[in-house]
C-alpha cells in the first residue's frame, strides 16, 4: 500500500533526446492509475523510472513520502509486469512465482504457502509444474502476474499487460485485472496506448505525449473535457472533428453554424465527438413521443432552440457496427442550411454573414454515430444537428481548452 | 515445383553433402589409416588399411614427451577458456547492456587485437617471460591465450547476450535481484548455448596454437602437442616417424572433434522461444 | 561532476579484459619497438646498443625479406579468393541443403578444429610419394615438396582445406540476415535465380563478406604452422612469420626481430585498415553490434 508521488520527473537519454519532461503526478494509495499515451510519448520510461530501471535526469520518486532515488529496483518491493511477460523459461512455473521470495531469502516452507495462495488466486495449481513454453498466452500473462502479487508488493506495475494477446482473450485478462485490484486493493501503475484499457480499468489516469503530463484526472473528466487538442484527439474512437471556427463578436461561424465560443477575440478550433451528432429531431421525438428505448434518443431536448446547430449533410460512408452506426459525412454549404432549416443566427451589426472559408476550401468532414436502426443510406442528404454545449473549443496556437476549463 | 524436380533436388543435394563430407574427412581419414597401418604396409596407398595394429599408439604413448605435452595441453587449454569466458562474459554484459564513455573504443581495440599478429610480440615476450620467470611455464602460455582469444570470447557473448530478451533481466532486478544475481541465475543459463560456444572456440585456439608454444616453451614442462608434433618431425631426417606422427595427430584430434560434435548440437536452442511473445 | 554508476560499472567489467589484452600485445608491440632501434643478440648480450634506424635498413635491403614478403602475399591472395568463392558455395550448401544440413554444418567445423600442425602433417603425408595417395594419381613425377610451384600448392591447399569452414559460416552468418521476403519479391518481379544471387543476396551481405574477407586476409598473412611443418621455408616459401621466428628465437638476435616483428604489424595493420577504406561504408566494427 503505497502512495506514490513523482515530482519533476525528466529523462534525458546521453544522446540527447528526452524522454520525459517535468512530470509531477501523485498516485494515491490504492488507486488503479493508467498512464495512457502513442508509442514513445515516454510511458513506458516513466513506468521503468518509478520501479528503478532507470534513473531519472531530473526530480524524484517518493512512494509514502520516502525518496527512491538511487534505490536498486530490487529493494523498493515493487512488482512489474512486462509487455513481454518476462517468464523465466528455464524455470518451472512455481520457481516463476518463488523466484522474488527466493532472492528475498524467504524461508522454503513460507514461500510454498504464498506461492500456493498467488497460484489459488490465479487459478494457475494446475500450471505450477508446466514449462513456461508449453503455456499460451493467457496462461503466461497470469504467470506473469502470479509472480507480481507473490511478494506482496507496495505496489504493481504493469507495462502493457495485454499487448500482446489476441482481442477476445484481452477482454477477459482486462475484467480480471480489474477484479483482482478490487481484491488486493494495491496500488496499481498501468501503462497502455488502448484507450479501452485505460478508459474502464482507471480510477484516475493521465495521457502522455511527447514526454509530457497533458492532462491528468477521472476517466470521465478526461474524456469529457479533454484539456487540449492532443487529449481530444486521442481519446474516443472514432475520433473527435476538428474544425475551425471564425470569430464573429462573442459567437464563432462553424461549417455546422453559429455558436457562442468562449475565450478572447480570436479564431478556435471546434471538436464535435461522433456521439454528439445526430439526426435533426430525433432527440425532441424522442422525449415527445416517449419512444420506449430511452437510450436512443442521445439527451433530453435543449430548452433553448438556439443552442443547437443544424445542419445539412451528405452521407459518404456508412459503417454499421450492429449496435451502433457511424455515418462519415460531408457538410453542405452553409447558406442553404441556414436557410432552409432556419436555425441560424441573424448577424446583429446586419453586415452580411462571412463565407465558410476561402472559396474552394474543402468541404467539412464530420463522424456522425446514428442509431443502427436509422433508414440512412449512402448518399442520402440529411439534416443533423448537434447541441452547442456539446461542442468543445480549444485554442488554434496552443492547442488548450478554452472556457470552462 | 513437381514431384520429380523435388526428388533431383534431393538427388542433388545428397550428393552436394557427401561431396562435402569427403573434403571434410579425407584428409583425416588419411591419417588415421595411416596411423592404423604396420610399418610395412606405410606406402600401399590404401585407404582402409589391410592390417590393423594399434602399436603406434602404444609407441606413442610410451614415449614419455606425448603424455607430458597432452597433459600440458589439456590444462593450458582449460585454464585460458575457464579464464577468458569468465573475462568475457564480465566485458560482454558491460558492452551489451551499459552505455559508458569508451565502449566503442573498447569494442574497437577489441577487433585490432582480433586482427594481432602473434610475431609481433614473441620477441619480447620471450625476453620478458624468462626475465620474469614465465618461460616455459603453464602461466606463460596462459596468458598470451588468454589475451588473443578474449575478442573473439567478447563476440560470441556479446551476440548471445544482444538475443536474450532484456526483460528478464529487468524482471530479475525488479524481482529484488541484484545485478550480479541476475547475471548468474537469468542471463548465464539462457546464453548457455553462446558461453559454450565461447568457451569451445577458445579452447580449440588454445588447443591449436603452436607459435606460441613453440617459443615460449622448451621442456616437458608447459610444452604443447603441437609443438612437440612438430619436434617428432624434426627428429630424423631421414627416417621420419610418420606412423606415430599420425597416431598423436589421431589422438590430438579427437577431443577438438568430440567438442565440435557436443557444440553442433542444438543446446536447448529452445529454451528462449516462447519466453518472449507467441 | 559526478560520474554515473553506470559508467563506472561499465568500465570496472571491461577493466579485466583491457588489461589482459594491453599485458600481451599493446606492451609487447612497444617493447618491440624500443628493442628494433638496439643491437640485442642474446648470444652476445653484452654488445647491446642503440642502432637507430639500422635494424630496419638491414631488413628492407635484405633479399630474404623481400622474398619472404613475396611468398606471403602469393600465398594470402591465392587462398583467400578461392576461399571466398568455395566459402560462399559452401556457405549456400550450409544455408540451403534440404537434406543433411546438421550433417554439413557439423562436417565443415571438422577442419576447423583440427590443430592447424596436424592438417599440415596430412597434407604432407598425403602428398608424400611413400605414404601418400596423390603420387598415385601421375600429376608430378616428382616429391610435390621438392619443387617450388607444387610446394605452394600444398601450403595454399591445405589453408584453404583449414579456413574455408571459418570464411563459410561468417558468409552464412550474412546469408541468415538476407530477409526472404526480399528474394520473394525479387521472384515475384521476375529475377532468376542468378539475379536473386548477385542483385539482393550479394549486396545485402557486403558487410559479412567484408568481415569475412579481413579476418581471413589478417589472418593468412600470419601463415606460420603449416610452412613450418610442411617446408620449414624451403624452396622460396618461407613467410615473413617465419623470418621473424628465426632471427628471434633461432639466431635470437632480439634487435633485428623486433624490427622484423614491427614491419610485420605495420603490414598486417596496413592491409587490414586497406581492407576496411576499400569496401567502405560497412564498418567491421557492426560485427560487434
Same mark, same amino acid.
Not at chain 2, 39 to 60: E, I, K, M, W
Not at chain 3, 124 to 140: E, H, K, M, W, Y
Given at each position: ?12 537519454? $546521453?544522446?540527447? *533526446? ?25 510511458? $513506458? ?23 527512491? +532515488? ?62 513456461? *513454453? ?17 511478494? +506482496? ?21 482486462? *475484467? ?60 474516443? $474512437? ?132 446514428? $442509431? ?34 | ?41 606405410? %606406402? ?64 574497437? %581495440? ?14 619480447? #615476450? ?37 538475443? #536474450? ?114 | ?23 600481451? !600485445? ?14 640485442? @643478440? ?15 635498413? !638491414? ?70 610419394? !611413400? ?9 608430378? @613425377?616428382?616429391?610435390?615438396? /621438392?619443387?617450388?610451384? /607444387? ?50 543476396? &550479394? ?15 589478417? @589472418? ?21 612469420? &617465419? ?10 638476435? &632480439?634487435? &633485428?626481430?623486433?624490427?622484423? /616483428? ?6 598486417? !595493420? ?20
Amino acid at each position: 500500500m503505497a502512495t506514490i508521488t513523482l515530482k519533476g520527473i525528466g529523462k534525458r537519454f $546521453s544522446r540527447g *533526446a528526452v524522454a520525459v519532461r517535468n512530470v509531477d503526478l501523485e498516485i494515491h494509495d490504492g488507486e488503479l492509475f493508467v498512464l495512457l499515451g502513442p508509442s514513445g510519448c515516454g510511458k $513506458s520510461t516513466l513506468l521503468n523510472i518509478i520501479v528503478g530501471l532507470e534513473e531519472p535526469t531530473s526530480g524524484t520518486v517518493s512512494v509514502d513520502g520516502r525518496s527512491m +532515488n538511487g534505490v536498486e529496483p530490487g529493494k523498493r518491493n515493487m512488482a512489474m509486469v512486462f509487455q513481454s511477460y518476462a517468464i523465466y523459461p528455464h524455470m518451472s512455473v512455481r520457481e516463476n512465482l518463488a523466484f522474488p521470495l527466493r532472492i528475498a531469502g524467504v524461508p522454503a516452507e513460507e514461500r510454498e504457502r504464498r506461492v500456493a495462495e498467488a497460484a489459488e488466486i490465479l487459478e494457475l495449481e494446475e500450471l505450477l509444474d508446466r514449462r513456461p *513454453a508449453t503455456l499460451s498466452g493467457g496462461q503466461r500473462q497470469r504467470v506473469a502476474m502470479g509472480r507480481a502479487i507473490v511478494r +506482496n508488493p507496495v505496489a504493481f506495475l504493469l507495462d502493457e499487460p495485454l499487448s500482446n494477446l489476441d482481442a477476445r482473450l484481452r477482454g477477459q485478462m482486462r *475484467a480480471e485485472i480489474a477484479r483482482l485490484h478490487r481484491r488486493l486493493g494495491t496500488t496499481t501503475v498501468y501503462v497502455t496506448h488502448d484507450q479501452t484499457e485505460a478508459l474502464t480499468l482507471a480510477d484516475r489516469m493521465a495521457v502522455l505525449n511527447r514526454g509530457e503530463v497533458q492532462q491528468a484526472g477521472t476517466p470521465r473528466e478526461v474524456y469529457g473535457r479533454p484539456a487540449n487538442r492532443f487529449v481530444a484527439g486521442f481519446l474516443g $474512437s472514432p475520433p473527435m472533428t476538428f474544425m475551425r471556427g471564425e470569430r464573429d463578436g462573442d459567437d464563432v461561424v462553424l461549417p455546422l453554424g453559429r455558436a457562442t465560443a468562449p475565450g478572447g477575440g480570436s479564431d478556435v478550433e471546434v471538436g464535435v465527438r461522433p456521439e454528439d451528432v445526430r439526426e435533426a429531431g430525433s432527440a425532441t421525438r424522442a422525449s415527445a413521443d416517449a419512444l420506449p428505448r430511452p437510450g436512443v434518443g442521445q439527451a433530453e431536448a435543449p430548452s433553448d432552440p438556439s443552442a443547437l446547430l443544424r445542419f445539412r449533410a451528405r452521407v459518404e460512408l456508412l459503417e454499421w457496427l450492429g449496435a451502433e452506426t457511424y455515418a462519415h459525412v460531408e457538410v453542405e454549404e452553409q447558406d442553404a442550411r441556414a436557410e432552409g432549416a432556419g436555425w441560424g443566427r441573424k448577424r446583429e451589426d446586419g453586415r452580411p454573414r462571412p463565407e465558410p472559408g476561402p472559396s474552394g476550401e474543402r468541404p467539412q468532414r464530420l463522424v456522425a454515430r446514428l $442509431s443502427p436502426g436509422s433508414p440512412v443510406k449512402e448518399g442520402d442528404v440529411v439534416d443533423l444537428e448537434v447541441e452547442a454545449r456539446r461542442l468543445h473549443f480549444f485554442d488554434p496556437d496552443t492547442g488548450a481548452r478554452l472556457g470552462d476549463a | 515445383m513437381s514431384d520429380r524436380g523435388t526428388a533431383l533436388e534431393r538427388l542433388f543435394w545428397r550428393a552436394t553433402v557427401l561431396v562435402v563430407l569427403v573434403y571434410a574427412g579425407l584428409p583425416l581419414a588419411w591419417i588415421v589409416s595411416l596411423s592404423l597401418k604396420p610399418a610395412a604396409d606405410l %606406402g600401399d596407398g590404401h585407404l582402409v588399411p589391410r592390417h590393423v595394429t594399434l602399436a603406434h599408439y602404444g609407441a606413442v604413448f610410451a614415449n614419455p614427451h606425448f603424455p607430458a605435452a597432452l597433459r600440458n595441453s589439456l590444462g593450458i587449454a582449460t585454464l585460458a577458456t575457464l579464464l577468458a569466458v569468465a573475462l568475457g562474459v564480465l566485458a560482454a554484459y558491460a558492452v551489451v547492456r551499459l552505455r559508458f564513455p569508451g565502449r566503442r573504443l573498447f569494442l574497437g %581495440g577489441a577487433l585490432a587485437v582480433a586482427m594481432f599478429p602473434p610475431v609481433a610480440v614473441i620477441g619480447p #615476450l620471450f625476453d620478458l617471460w624468462r626475465r620474469v620467470g614465465l618461460y616455459d611455464t603453464w602461466a606463460g602460455l596462459v596468458l598470451p591465450y588468454l589475451s588473443l582469444t578474449l575478442p573473439l570470447a567478447i563476440w560470441i557473448l556479446a551476440a548471445a547476450f544482444r538475443d #536474450l530478451p532484456w526483460d528478464l533481466e529487468r524482471a530479475a532486478r525488479v524481482d529484488g535481484a541484484t545485478r550480479l544475481q541476475a547475471l548468474r541465475k537469468i542471463i548465464l543459463p539462457l546464453a548457455a548455448p553462446g558461453v559454450a560456444a565461447a568457451a569451445v572456440l577458445v579452447f580449440i585456439f588454445a588447443w591449436n596454437d603452436f607459435m606460441f608454444a613453440l617459443s615460449l616453451t622448451s621442456t616437458d614442462h608447459a610444452r604443447t602437442v603441437p609443438a612437440v608434433l612438430a619436434f617428432f618431425t624434426g627428429a630424423s631426417r631421414f627416417q621420419q616417424p610418420t606412423s606415430a606422427i599420425a597416431a598423436a595427430s589421431v589422438v590430438v584430434t579427437i577431443p577438438v572433434v568430440v567438442l565440435v560434435l557436443l557444440f553442433q548440437r542444438p543446446i536447448v536452442a529452445g529454451l528462449t522461444a516462447g519466453a518472449v511473445k507467441g | 561532476m559526478r560520474i554515473p554508476r553506470e559508467h563506472r560499472l561499465g568500465w570496472l567489467l571491461c577493466a579485466p579484459a583491457v588489461l589482459a589484452m594491453a599485458a600481451v !600485445t599493446a606492451y609487447p608491440v612497444l617493447a618491440a619497438v624500443r628493442l628494433s632501434l638496439y643491437r640485442y @643478440d642474446l648470444r652476445f648480450p653484452d654488445a647491446r646498443r642503440f642502432v637507430g634506424l639500422h635494424n630496419y635498413l !638491414t631488413v628492407l635491403t635484405s633479399a630474404v625479406w623481400w622474398k619472404a614478403v613475396a611468398a606471403t602475399l602469393v600465398i594470402t591472395l591465392t587462398s583467400v579468393s578461392v576461399e571466398l568463392v568455395l566459402g560462399m558455395a559452401l556457405a549456400l550448401v550450409m544455408h540451403r541443403a534440404l537434406v543433411g544440413r546438421r550433417t554439413v554444418r557439423t562436417a565443415v567445423l571438422v577442419p576447423y578444429a583440427v590443430v592447424t600442425v596436424v592438417a599440415a602433417l596430412a597434407w604432407r603425408f598425403a602428398f608424400n610419394p !611413400t605414404t601418400g595417395f596423390v603420387q598415385g594419381l601421375g600429376i608430378l @613425377d616428382r616429391p610435390w615438396l /621438392s619443387v617450388s610451384w /607444387s610446394a605452394f600448392t600444398i601450403i595454399i591447399l591445405t589453408e584453404i582445406w583449414k579456413t574455408t569452414p571459418f570464411m563459410a559460416l561468417l558468409l552464412l552468418a550474412g546469408l541468415a540476415l538476407v530477409p526472404g521476403d526480399a528474394l520473394r519479391a525479387a521472384r515475384v518481379d521476375g529475377a532468376s535465380r542468378a539475379q536473386r544471387f548477385f542483385r539482393v543476396t &550479394l549486396p545485402l551481405m557486403k558487410p559479412a563478406i567484408l568481415v569475412a574477407l579481413l579476418f581471413r586476409t589478417v @589472418d593468412a598473412l600470419r601463415i606460420f604452422d603449416t610452412v613450418f611443418v610442411q617446408t620449414r621455408g624451403a624452396l622460396g616459401t618461407q613467410p615473413v612469420s &617465419l623470418v621473424g621466428y628465426d632471427t628471434l628465437l633461432v639466431s635470437l638476435n &632480439l634487435g &633485428l626481430g623486433s624490427a622484423v /616483428s614491427v614491419l610485420i604489424f605495420v603490414l598486417v !595493420t596496413g592491409a587490414a585498415v586497406a581492407i576496411v577504406r576499400g569496401m567502405g561504408g560497412a564498418l567491421p566494427e557492426a560485427s560487434f553490434r
